[in-house]
């Protein structure tokens, strides 16, 4: 009796034991999994960095000044930047959150590549491959370039760089290496020409928000240029758009049509998918676009008048259309998507469009990879297409002359007297990429390229900080946090 | 920037709770004729008895087999002095028998003489004559029946008779109980076996051996809960005597509190150890229960609810945030909402890990069960009893609130128009606005007229404003009302030997406390016990509940950690509308209509809205269940047990068109006004024509809001139980389980646009209000499930020497899905060991007579929880993204959390030791606990270096301590015939500390109500900002910031915390209660008093930078900072100060700082209850058994509370949404037997 009861129990016990584990195999939610290249490429729709540089990079940059006390306090994602202090705050558009938001695209991609992986049928995965490995190195070219030293060929291989992660994260505290720049630089470059021959466009829903090809050329460009490897600019450059013909595609100032449009639709359409000048869109959780005419640090008449309204070398005025008042001046370009938590009142999150790579941008790279390559009249000519989409006589007469207006040799020895014609071109470049990007923080990328020192000055003039050729605050601090990691920050 | 937080409460189900006394029926239905019997029966005996009454002195001694009766009656002669004549032929003096006497009497020798044999003898002159019976009528009715009668009496272990003990013949279906002292009579067959049985007590076989009169004493049954001296786990029935844990156990009849519907607030003050913090009064609102203060930082701190064996799982889940909020899930939030509180037949506790073992890994917080009543062995005649309680609240009154009259209010409004806050062009075209808005409106032209409303001349305005500031509206009166709550509870329960059934029912209405509000119950609950044979029984439970309840409309609450606010649009709550309402605006214009005011820039009136903008709550709650039971051997049992439980609830929120939000939401389109339009946040641009003017997405109806919820679950257990005795002193006893329990959620919402609710509920759907949503990536249905899988092995073992040492040891491997698919994590062994000593059964303690028991325990170990992380393996969900244009928009899957391959269960160490001492014969009982606790594992969001791609990861990174001591002092103070005076003290003192949290919040996470988690504090502390002075020139208040500088502008969401004030723990350290009853012949009167304290509290936000004619001030404002005089109360600031502050919010952090902080210990006379019994004489012509009335009067006093609360509960967090405070309530309450 007794061992009978001892076989039913045994038997009974051996048999739950292996019931359960199929039983306590049911997920507790309804979660996801990651079985088909249809997911994986959903997947990577959150590779992108869904973070905003633009607040910091502005503020550090030239293209901030003081507006006063009448513009109030400021908050720290503007202020503390503008004095080249570390941010005392870890929310949208600080650099903590720019940091932490590039290392979750690139969990994303690293988890895309690690399904890729361990799949049977790799070959049906081929474009998501491409994608991620882009992805990933775009992430973290964008976090070296800031939190890194710049690139400088004589010193990359001792400068510290920043982790480049590979694997899907599995333990809570993991230990990482910063290593170097050269390192960085040299996984970026592995990645990147390994995705450039992956990547398929057909594979794309919204192409627009995914390295396309020319996405991907465009970045390959950008990544050259910083990493002065002139020629293979100009070759990713000209893979851009069909023909290497950017002019079409870039934004125009000029045309009755763009000139026409009101407020609202202009800042639409500048950060639209349908625009041909973007080239690769990213959303970004970031209050910069409804907080920038009003940030105390921001555009300042005085600003505008040095810039925008100021002379150029074409003799022409910028086309460009100032909006708002003195403590307000904007030009329309990013129309928030302000996403309601709930039914619930007004309170949501604030998202921008950010257009990570455009036309000018690819235009101003070749230019200015021309220069150096000695193709003067290459680079001329870009200057000129580009200056055709933004010049006039005056708001009055608001046309482009190309007769008066092209952009010469000769003016440009005239108005910059420059050392050379490479030096004059390149002097011409960084000042139309000041200009055109305003707002966009690309200005802090040349100013870091170019080694350019920034000095602010408060509204009354009683104090200045100057932000010098090898300052230590040219490199954002790291996160606190990733001391956790057995990262070193950066010095101060 | 500004983030939602989606919080949610409860609202208390109130579970009605009656118990009445059933009384046995005694044995008066007998027929007549067998009672003519019986009588002749009695007559008879006594005359037999009568002949054998002449005694005989002398004995008789004869040792001899086979002795000759000639032998026999020679001996008598020699040794007695009787001769012993023979007249029969029945016996010859031949005759032989078997001889043993020794001194024996000539009866005794005459009896076995003629024993078998139809003879008789008589006594006549020392002579003994032998001779037949005559066989008389009656001689022949009783050979027929062969009937003996049998009296006697049923005494408990005390040896106090007991009323309603089934005495039935072994074998036949004749059965009777006793009477209320406990005395039966009942006739048997000769030779007949006598059962006596009676719930909870071992069943009693009395072999009748001639008898006539049989008295017995009944001892406790170890395996039936009735007795404080067993201890049930849930799992066992364990003696009290052999139990090492930490338990308490409370009768269903003792908790008991008239008119308290919730279960769970029965518990207040009642048990040592376990705090009920009544968080919100509203029906189906779950109170804060803390069983040895709180274990865990993010997760579960509430006990697990067991009924009858089986967890009651929560149909959503609610965190210990979300009971604060006021949010409409927390009406659902209460697990025990569905129960009657009729049906409890006993609460038990478990606190310590001994107790709660065989709960493993769900143990951490506590164990509750709950017995609910079966069917009671008797004769199989119904025992029905009817409960009615009858309640009323009282309205609250401005009396005990701090809030200005009307006149001070328009005082306060006039110095704000002087300093430019009510200023024509500001106000009249403002979203909220009210007697100054009102004033302005009324300015113009109204269309077509040539007058204005009112001239706009100082004396016109001033008549206008002249109404409201004598107005004085008292809210609460409007509001309020002293409505009726009733509900009846009818049970019928009946058993016999082999099956017993339990039946009831009840209705509740109560009619609500506010105008908003409603709830009707029903319960139903049928419980059959069977027994097929002695080795197999079994059980059958089914019960269910519906609700329909009512509450204001209202949606979530968001938490603005810009500007330190907590705001929920459209709040109807009527108690916070009352508080924070002012006492200028009418709720009906002079000629008796509806008045109304301006909030989101339509038409608002607080009576049309609770009319028009409901939330209309159903649930269906239906449990089955089974057990059977089968004894292998004698002492050894196989038990089963399997339930299932379906619940389903619909929240319905009807917003109708007459309603303020609809009309927010056409608000400057019709009628158009272009300022209002362009100002209306519920107006849509369209992303395509970004410069036209806005248009409304509701032109026409209502909104349907839906948010049903479902839950489905099984639970199945399996477990033997064997134990042995060995030379009645080793106790050994084995216990083995296996469970599994499985539940499935479901959750589903809806968003109805523009439901026509009067026009024959026909939806007008303006495609832009889809449009709007999901271009706002806001979804505008949803549908969630969740899936629970758990198993579990167990076993336990015990030894017991000689009743005085005894070993316990536990162990439990648990296994669940909840942290994800992963192999490792799913798995957690946990255990136990404890022991105790009864010193009383030692030796030493035997000559002594004031110990009457001593018992010693200890225990030592490891229980867990779940924590809220799911993420052992990789969590993906499915979305899409966040981009304006509907052509750019795409799926996605993002990463939720990343894999955690070290994600494990929370867990905590536990070491009680314990002292139970009884005095006096255990008239006075003394109970005391000491643990400490060591709570490690524990769940925490934590910042990481972001690297891996999640900068804040939810891991087990954090540690608590925590260190407690409890304990209850009871008994008769007096006992005696007609009076007795019974009194309880419990209390429970628990001081927790995290020992190690890598959080780091922010300012606002550590200020609210709710406090926070840090380092070196308790699980919940409260912080403030540290208030400094009021600025001497402007009255604005100033604090040492986060960079700790004296300073107006506080950065909430600042990390650097350290400049910040504690002031205390959120959670009480100390509570307990003090029970009294006294009881005079038939009255009883009792009182509860609870008590609490340690705990710091949040004073209601009241401040702000800016102040509209909408709002009421608490009379501290007429002591506010005017010019340089030295008072604490900032100032109301004029534009010009606000425009300097840079944008800061100094008002609201105060509302968050030191100064507004107080004291949260309280006394509070929880019940008082006085009560009459009907005597029995009167009522039975009615034909009852019993009758008794109750008046109980609830929450009556706050004794004492900190005088800064100025008439804040300390324990209600006044959120809004659907929370109310407990009101003060009086019940009558009759209870029938029949």
């Known amino acids: 009796m007794k061992k009978k009861i001892l076989y039913i129990t045994i038997a009974i016990s051996t048999l739950s034991f292996t019931g359960c584990k199929k039983y306590l195999e049911q997920s507790p939610d309804l979660r996801a999994t990651l079985d088909s290249p249809d997911k994986v490429s959903e997947l990577l729709v959150t590779a992108y960095p869904h973070g905003n540089y633009i607040t910091f990079c502005e503020a550090m940059s030239d293209n901030a000044e003081d507006k006063g006390l009448a513009a109030g306090g400021g908050e720290a994602e503007n202020r503390d930047p503008w004095y080249f202090n570390d941010v005392k705050s870890r929310e949208i558009d600080s650099p903590d959150n720019y940091w932490n938001e590039c290392y979750k695209a690139i969990a994303a991609a690293n988890q895309a590549l690690e399904t890729i992986s361990s799949v049977s049928n790799p070959e049906a995965y081929t474009a998501q491959k491409g994608e991620a490995l882009i992805a990933r190195a775009y992430s973290h070219f964008m976090l070296v370039t800031l939190f890194s030293k710049i690139y400088n060929v004589n010193t990359a291989s001792t400068d510290p760089g920043i982790p480049y992660v590979t694997q899907p994260e599995r333990v809570v505290y993991k230990k990482y290496e910063r290593k170097t720049v050269a390192y960085v630089y040299q996984q970026i470059q592995n990645d990147l020409t390994q995705g450039l021959l992956l990547i398929n466009d057909s594979k794309y829903t919204i192409p627009k928000y995914h390295f396309t090809k020319s996405a991907a050329h465009a970045f390959a460009a950008r990544f050259f240029l910083f990493k002065k490897d002139y020629a293979k600019v100009v070759e990713h450059a000209n893979l851009v758009f069909a023909g290497g013909n950017i002019l079409p595609n870039l934004r125009d100032y000029v045309a009755p049509s763009s000139r026409s449009m009101e407020y609202a639709k202009r800042q639409a359409y500048y950060t639209a998918a349908s625009n041909p000048a973007n080239i690769l869109l990213a959303e970004a959780g970031s209050a910069w676009g409804r907080s920038y005419p009003f940030y105390r640090y921001g555009l300042t008449f005085n600003l505008v008048y040095k810039t925008i309204w100021g002379t150029n070398v074409s003799g022409g005025s910028w086309a460009y259309q100032l909006y708002g008042r003195d403590l307000s001046l904007n030009i329309p370009k990013f129309p928030e998507h302000f996403v309601l938590t709930s039914q619930n009142g007004n309170i949501g999150d604030p998202y921008n469009m950010i257009p990570l790579f455009s036309a000018e941008e690819v235009l101003f790279n070749r230019a200015e990879a021309n220069a150096y390559l000695g193709n003067y009249s290459a680079s001329l000519k870009d200057l000129n297409d580009f200056g055709s989409k933004r010049f006039i006589v005056s708001d009055a007469n608001p046309v482009y002359d190309a007769g008066t207006h092209a952009i010469t040799e000769a003016k440009i020895n005239t108005f910059y007297k420059p050392f050379n014609l490479q030096d004059g071109l390149i002097q011409t470049i960084l000042d139309f990429k000041r200009v055109d990007f305003m707002f966009e923080g690309q200005r802090w990328f040349d100013i870091l390229r170019y080694n350019i020192p920034v000095t602010h000055a408060t509204a009354d003039l009683k104090s200045k900080f100057i932000l010098g050729p090898n300052d230590p605050r040219r490199v954002v601090q790291i996160p606190a946090e990733a001391e956790l990691a057995g990262i070193e920050r950066n010095p101060r | ?1234």
């Open chain 2, 1 to 1234: 920037m500004h983030k939602t937080i989606a919080l949610r409460i409860e609202t208390d189900d109130q579970m009605y709770k009656i118990y009445t006394r059933i009384l046995r029926i005694p044995p008066g239905y007998v027929p007549k004729l067998l009672l003519i019997m019986k009588l002749v029966t009695l007559i008879l005996l006594s005359s037999l008895m009568q002949v054998s009454a002449a005694s005989f002195a002398q004995l008789v001694t004869l040792k001899e087999k086979n002795v000759t009766l000639e032998k026999m009656f020679k001996e008598i002669r020699r040794q007695a002095g009787y001769d012993v004549l023979l007249s029969t032929n029945e016996i010859k003096s031949t005759t032989k028998v078997d001889a043993n006497f020794e001194n024996s009497t000539v009866e005794e020798v005459m009896a076995k003489i003629l024993n078998g044999k139809d003879l008789t003898y008589t006594v006549e002159d020392k002579t003994i004559l032998i001779k037949p019976k005559e066989k008389t009528l009656f001689d022949k009715v009783i050979n027929y029946f062969a009937d003996i009668r049998i009296t006697g009496k049923v005494r408990d272990k005390d040896g106090s008779p007991m009323p309603g003990v089934s005495v039935r013949e072994k074998g036949s279906p004749n059965a009777i109980s006793t009477n209320s002292q406990g005395d039966y009579a009942i006739t048997v067959k000769e030779g007949a076996t006598l059962t006596f049985a009676s719930v909870g007590y071992k069943t009693l076989e009395v072999p009748v051996k001639g008898r006539t009169v049989i008295n017995v004493t009944l001892e406790e049954d170890a395996s039936q809960l009735k007795d404080v001296n067993i201890v049930s786990t849930g799992y066992q029935n364990i003696s009290k005597k052999l139990f090492t844990g930490s338990a308490v156990s409370i009768s269903g009849v003792d908790a008991k509190r008239d008119g308290i519907a919730d279960v769970s607030r029965m518990l207040e003050g009642r048990v040592a150890g376990v705090s009920v913090q009544n968080v919100s009064g509203t029906f189906g609102a779950a109170p804060k229960i803390r069983v040895r203060g709180a274990t865990s930082i993010t997760g579960d701190n509430k006990p697990l609810w067991v009924v009858d064996g089986v967890v009651l799982e929560d149909v959503v889940n609610i965190s210990n945030e979300q009971l604060s909020t006021g949010d409409p899930s927390t009406l659902l939030g209460s697990s025990v909402a569905g129960l009657n509180s009729d049906d409890i037949e006993s609460f038990q506790i478990l606190k310590d890990a001994s107790a709660t073992s065989l709960y493993g890994a769900r143990a951490m917080n506590g164990v509750i069960l709950i017995t609910t009543k079966k069917g009671k062995v008797g004769d199989g005649s119904p025992l029905i009893s009817y409960t009615g309680n009858f309640s009323t609240y009282l309205k609250p009154t401005y009396d005990n609130f701090d809030i200005m009259n009307s006149y001070d209010q328009m005082s306060v409004y006039a110095e704000m128009e002087r300093k430019g806050w009510l200023n024509y062009s500001d106000v009249v075209n403002r979203a909220n606005g009210g007697v100054y808005k009102k004033l302005y409106q009324s300015l113009d032209y109204a269309n077509g007229s040539v007058t204005p409303g009112v001239y706009n001349s100082p004396e016109a305005r001033a008549s206008f404003l002249n109404r409201y500031a004598y107005a004085n509206t008292d809210w609460f009166d409007v509001l309020f009302k002293n409505s009726l709550m009733q509900e009846h509870s009818l049970s019928v329960s009946t058993g016999t030997e082999k099956s017993q059934v339990y039946y009831s029912t009840s209705y509740l209405k109560d009619n609500g406390w506010t105008i908003g509000d409603n709830v009707t119950r029903f319960t139903g609950n049928v419980r059959g016990n069977w027994k097929i044979n002695d080795k197999l029984s079994f059980g059958l439970i089914t019960s269910g509940s519906i609700r329909d309840q009512r509450a204001p409309g209202t949606l979530g609450r968001t938490s603005n950690p810009v500007s330190g606010e907590y705001s929920r649009d459209f709040d109807l709550n009527p108690f916070s509308y009352a508080l924070n309402t002012s006492r200028t605006l009418t709720p009906y214009d002079k000629n008796g209509n509806l008045e109304y005011f301006t909030m989101n820039f339509a038409p608002f009136n607080i009576i049309n809205e609770l009319k028009n903008n409901t939330l209309e709550l159903s649930l269906l709650d239906l449990k089955v269940q089974g057990e059977v039971k089968y004894k292998i051997a004698n002492n050894f049992t196989y038990d089963f047990l399997g339930s299932y439980r379906y619940v389903k609830t619909g929240q319905e929120h009807k917003i109708r068109e007459q309603s303020n939000m609809p009309q927010a939401y056409r608000a400057g389109v019709f009628p158009e006004n272009t300022t209002i339009r362009l100002a209306n946040r519920f107006l849509y641009t369209n992303p395509a024509d970004p410069d036209a003017y806005p248009v409304s997405v509701l032109p026409y109806g209502g909104l349907y809001l839906t948010n049903d919820d479902f839950l489905k679950s099984y639970f199945i257990r399996n477990s033997l139980d064997w134990n042995k005795t060995f030379n009645e002193k080793h106790i050994v006893r084995l216990f083995a389980s296996q469970e599994l329990r499985y539940i499935d959620r479901h959750n589903a919402q809806f968003t109805g646009y523009g439901y026509q609710f009067d026009k024959g509920g026909v939806p007008f759907i303006d495609p832009n209000a889809i449009k709007q949503s999901v271009e706002g990536n806001f979804n505008y249905y949803s549908m969630q499930q969740w899936f629970d899988r758990y198993v579990a092995f167990a076993t336990t073992g015990s030894y017991s020497y000689n009743n005085k040492y005894q070993l316990n040891g536990t162990l439990r491997y648990d296994g669940s899905n909840k942290l994800g698919q992963s192999q490792q994590a799913r798995w957690l062994p946990t255990w136990n060991l404890s022991g105790s000593w009864n010193v009383d059964e030692e030796e030493f303690m035997k000559g002594q007579k004031t110990i009457s028991k001593l018992t010693v325990r200890g225990t030592y170990g490891l229980t867990a929880s779940l924590g809220s992380a799911t993420n052992s393996s990789l969590v993906l969900r499915s979305g899409s993204t966040l981009r304006p244009r509907l052509s750019e928009i795409e799926s996605s899957l993002s990463i939720n959390y990343l894999e955690n391959l070290e994600l494990t269960w929370e867990k905590l160490y536990e070491t009680n030791v314990g002292l139970d001492i009884s005095f006096f014969k255990n008239r006075l009982n003394v109970t005391v606990d000491a643990y400490s606790r060591k709570s490690f594992d524990l769940i925490g969001a934590i910042r990481t270096s972001g690297i891996g791609g999640e900068a804040v990861k939810v891991a087990n990174y954090a540690d608590m301590d925590s260190k407690g001591i409890e304990g209850s002092v009871a008994g008769d103070i007096f006992k005696a015939k007609d009076w007795g005076w019974k009194s309880q003290i419990t209390f429970g003192y628990n001081k927790g500390k995290i020992t190690n949290l890598k959080s780091n919040p922010t300012i606002w996470d550590l200020v609210g109500a709710d406090g926070g988690p840090q380092q070196g504090y308790p699980s919940r502390g409260l912080f403030s900002i540290d208030f400094q002075k009021l600025d001497a020139e402007t009255g604005v208040p100033t604090f040492i910031n986060e960079k700790g500088e004296l300073s107006n502008n506080v950065y909430l969401q600042s990390t650097i915390t350290k400049y910040l004030k504690y002031e205390g723990p959120v959670d009480p350290l100390f509570n307990g209660g003090f029970y009294n009853a006294f009881n005079y012949k038939n009255f009883t009167l009792s009182l509860l008093l609870t008590f609490s304290a340690g705990n710091k509290v949040r004073l209601n936000p009241i401040y702000k930078n800016s102040y509209s004619d909408l709002d009421a001030m608490p009379n501290e404002f007429l002591d506010r900072f005017i010019l340089g005089n030295d008072v604490n109360t900032p100032s109301i600031a004029d534009p010009r100060i606000i425009s300097n502050l840079d944008g800061a919010y100094p008002y609201n952090a105060y509302n968050y700082s030191s100064a507004r902080v107080a004291d949260g210990g309280f006394i509070r006379l929880k019940s008082v209850s006085f009560g009459y019994n009907l005597p029995s004489k009167q009522i039975s012509k009615i034909g009852l058994k019993t009758a008794s009335l109750n008046i109980v009067s609830n929450n009556l006093w706050l004794i004492y509370a900190d005088k800064k609360l100025n008439g804040q509960d300390p324990e209600f967090f006044s959120s809004g949404g659907v929370a109310l405070p407990i009101p003060k309530q009086f019940t009558l309450s009759l209870k029938v037997g029949l």
